[in-house]
């Protein structure tokens, strides 16, 4: 059973635009959630968290907003770079998880430049 | 500040095997987890460990298991090695402040990457 799902497997967009990044969990126990990005050969990166008091967050170019009603979340990327090529994974924990990470599948992000 | 360090970070063993894996966390750091990443499963978690004591377990055999030691370190051990236990095997850490209730920021490691042949 797929607690975190990111339905998209990949994603393209044109250097300077926005990137999009969507994901949907199941579990109304999660209440803190983080994007991570990877290379291939390397360990994910952190990129940003939210906890599920907010709705919002914001660092730079990164932007992850939080519908908790929905259970979704999504990562936004402004302007987005050729270096942000990477597949992004979307994680969550809760208290019930301690810091057990829940991962989806990834989303393969190509910015064209 | 120095990052998560793994070693070896490739290593190639044979089917009934044993290997064991080693992670050094960010200084300062004193919880370490553990994941697997698989083509076909993605990334999971295996265990983590905060002040010598495991403090999380997710559902993989007995054949894993773990330990830290005193100054937060962290090694992983896979006891007959099976096929499908070629992975990327990655180390996490974080503070631990967060009282083990999932706010804590993991930080990850480069991975090592196993393959059982």
């Known amino acids: 059973d797929q607690q975190v799902k990111q339905n998209s497997p990949s994603l393209s967009v044109q250097e300077g635009r926005i990137s999009i990044l969507n994901c949907d969990y199941t579990?109304?126990?999660?209440?803190?959630f983080l994007w991570y990005k990877k290379y291939p050969a390397e360990g994910p990166t952190f990129l940003i968290s939210?906890?599920?008091?907010?709705d919002k967050n914001e660092d730079g170019r990164f932007t992850v907003f939080l519908n908790k009603s929905a259970k979704h979340l999504s990562l936004h990327i402004v302007p987005s770079q050729p270096g942000d090529s990477a597949v992004y994974f979307c994680?969550?924990?809760?208290?019930?998880?301690?810091?057990?990470?829940?991962f989806g599948a990834g989303t393969i992000l190509r910015v064209k430049s | 500040k120095a990052g998560v360090t793994q070693t070896p970070r490739y290593l190639i063993k044979t089917r009934g095997q044993q290997v064991t894996l080693s992670c050094s966390p960010i200084?300062?750091?004193?919880?370490v987890s553990w994941y697997q990443q698989t083509p076909g499963q993605g990334l999971q978690f295996l265990f983590e460990?905060?002040?010598?004591?495991?403090?999380n377990k997710g559902n993989f055999p007995g054949r894993f298991s773990g330990r830290q030691f005193s100054n937060s370190r962290s090694e992983m051990n896979v006891s007959t090695l099976e096929l499908g236990d070629s992975a990327l095997y990655l180390c996490?850490?974080?503070?631990?402040?967060?009282?083990?209730?999932?706010?804590?920021?993991?930080?990850f490691g480069p991975g090592t990457r196993l393959t059982v042949l």
């Open positions: 460990y905060f002040s010598e004591t495991q403090r």
């Open positions: 579990n109304s126990m999660f209440d803190y």
């Open positions: 939210i906890s599920s008091i907010k």
């Open positions: 994680a969550a924990s809760g208290n019930e998880y301690g810091n057990k990470l829940v």
């Open positions: 996490a850490s974080s503070p631990g402040t967060g009282g083990g209730l999932g706010t804590d920021t993991q930080y």
């Open positions: 200084s300062g750091h004193r919880s």
